[in-house]
């Protein structure tokens, strides 16, 4: 069965060997800048949830704007916390790029009206999954500053998807090797990850698939869409 959303990933053919130990410092600014994002991305869905209701259809700039978002976000997980599989940096740009890592989504030109409302409650079995998989399991909780009340809060610690990294990481910190098929399997949860996510986010109909599509290309994606 074809998906509407296509996910790629080329794995550098040399990778530093230590350079990864780094990247969650040299991607920061990126995070600030998609910690705002996605606030955009939560309220443009909003919007575009209530345009689906009356006209059936998702405004094209909202579509666009979205789905650059999530593009930008793609491409920061894949250099650092979701693959380690490049160490060039992710330009910052919503549009697609030149870049080891792509994804796209085909505009659809019509929705369900009646979808919009439920299509959270019908992705809680894929998102039960992706918890496990994905969900901070608090293993090691980082303390940051908030900066509007003062006070130490916990952001966040890491899921079994990052564990999966890490240990790629040390793998290539050893060996000089990023084991392929722990990058095909990581591929695998984002591809599933970034499909329950399009749906969820109403830029697609089309339920995902319950199954792990490993490896660096999409070979089951929609024809025309560009990887």
Known sequence: MTTPLTLTGRLDDQLSR?????KMFAAIPHFIVLA??????????????????????????????????????????????AALGTDRYPPFTLGAAEYPASLDIAYPEKLSRGLVLVKWLLAVPHLIVIGLIAGDIMLYPIAVLNQLGGEMQLLGGYSVQNLLVVIAGFFLLVT???????FDFLMGINRWMYRVLAYVALMTDQYPPFRLDAGATDVDATDGVPA
């Open 36 to 81: 705002a994002l996605w606030v955009v991305f939560i309220v443009l869905t909003f919007v575009a949830g209530v345009a689906i209701l009356f006209t059936g259809r998702y405004p094209r700039a909202l579509f666009d704007l979205n789905l650059g978002i999530l593009r930008w976000n793609w491409r920061v997980g894949f250099y650092v916390y």
């Open 176 to 182: 000089g090797v990023y084991p392929r098929p722990m």
């Open 18 to 22: 230590w350079w990864w130990l780094l």
